[in-house]
């Protein structure tokens, strides 16, 4: 009963019940077309918001690089994912999002197990924003990483441009077999990206969201953000696929 009342009294759950609500209501009115439209509404909105839905539009993105072993190369190559501008950091001002933690983290042990440089990318995505390079380069420092092991790409603001910098930056150090880390469902998005700018690159997943045989109870059906927000990232991913693949 608990998860019950919190679905319904918080974001997105306490939408979804009202648009039901208002649907029934207006389904007992001609014409029932508006209440019909309240009631799709509802249902897709309901459905967005349940891990199972959001796990399955992720598991196309996520599963190919499941359980790849960790590849070899001379560079590792980070791409940002978001930061937190002006928040206050341990040894600064600016904090890594959750994605570009996850894909430091993940670069940083893979460029211990290698003993190679490593490459961070990413610019000023917004004006209103810091570029992301310099925060995560402040990181991996504090983490151990030699400074002058980390390499800041800050002038890329999306994924191809990460790759065209990044590449540029291989070809000026000698760098010719990079690993390229990001989360998991935007994997297929940068080799996407790498193939375009023609440098040939080895994936590595970070931050994987879903996984094989995962099991789900009755409390998965109650609509929930974190759903919400997964199904929201699967959908932009697949989007921004087909622009890269349009030229965009």
Same mark, same amino acid.
């Given at each position: 009963m608990r998860h019950l009342a919190v679905s319904l009294f918080t974001p997105p759950g306490v939408f979804v019940a009202l648009l039901l609500g208002l649907g029934v209501l207006l389904l007992r009115?001609?014409?029932?077309?508006? !209440?019909?439209?309240?009631?799709?509404?509802?249902?897709?909105?309901? /459905?967005?918001?349940?891990?199972?839905?959001? %796990?399955?539009?992720?598991? *196309?993105?996520?599963?190919?690089?499941? !359980?790849?072993?960790?590849?070899? !190369? %001379?560079?590792?190559i980070v791409l940002g994912g978001g930061v937190r501008t002006g928040v206050q950091d341990l040894s600064g001002t600016g904090a890594p999002s959750y994605a570009t933690l996850y894909r430091a983290v993940t670069g940083f042990r893979l460029q211990r197990r290698l003993k190679v440089p490593l490459i961070v990318s990413g610019g000023r995505v917004f004006e209103t924003m810091a570029a992301e390079a310099p925060i995560a380069k402040r990181l991996l420092e504090d983490l151990g990483a030699p400074a002058e092991g980390v390499l800041a790409e800050d002038q890329s603001r999306d994924t191809?441009?990460?790759?065209?910098? &990044?590449?540029?930056?291989?070809?000026?150090?000698? @760098?010719?077999?990079? $690993?390229?880390?990001? &989360?998991? @469902? +935007? =994997?297929?998005?940068? =080799? &996407?990206?790498?193939?375009?700018?023609?440098?040939? $690159? +080895?994936?590595?997943?970070?931050? @994987? =969201?879903?996984?094989?045989?995962?099991?789900?109870?009755?409390? %998965? @059906?109650?609509?929930? /953000? !974190?759903?919400?927000? %997964? &199904?929201?990232? #699967?959908?932009?991913?697949?989007?921004?696929?087909?622009?890269?693949? #349009?030229? *965009?």
């Open positions: 009115r001609k014409p029932r077309w508006p !209440g019909a439209a309240a009631l799709g509404i509802a249902l897709a909105s309901w /459905a967005l918001a349940v891990p199972p839905v959001a %796990d399955s539009l992720l598991r *196309g993105l996520e599963a190919p690089y499941e !359980g790849i072993p960790v590849p070899e !190369g %001379d560079v590792v191809l441009e990460n790759a065209r910098e &990044s590449a540029r930056l291989c070809k000026e150090r000698g @760098f010719r077999s990079p $690993v390229v880390v990001t &989360s998991a @469902f +935007h =994997l297929t998005r940068a =080799l &996407s990206a790498f193939r375009k700018v023609g440098l040939e $690159v +080895h994936p590595y997943p970070a931050d @994987f =969201l879903t996984w094989t045989g995962k099991r789900y109870g009755l409390v %998965d @059906f109650l609509p929930n /953000a !974190g759903a919400q927000r %997964d &199904s929201f990232v #699967a959908i932009r991913e697949y989007l921004a696929l087909m622009a890269l693949a #349009a030229g *965009g």
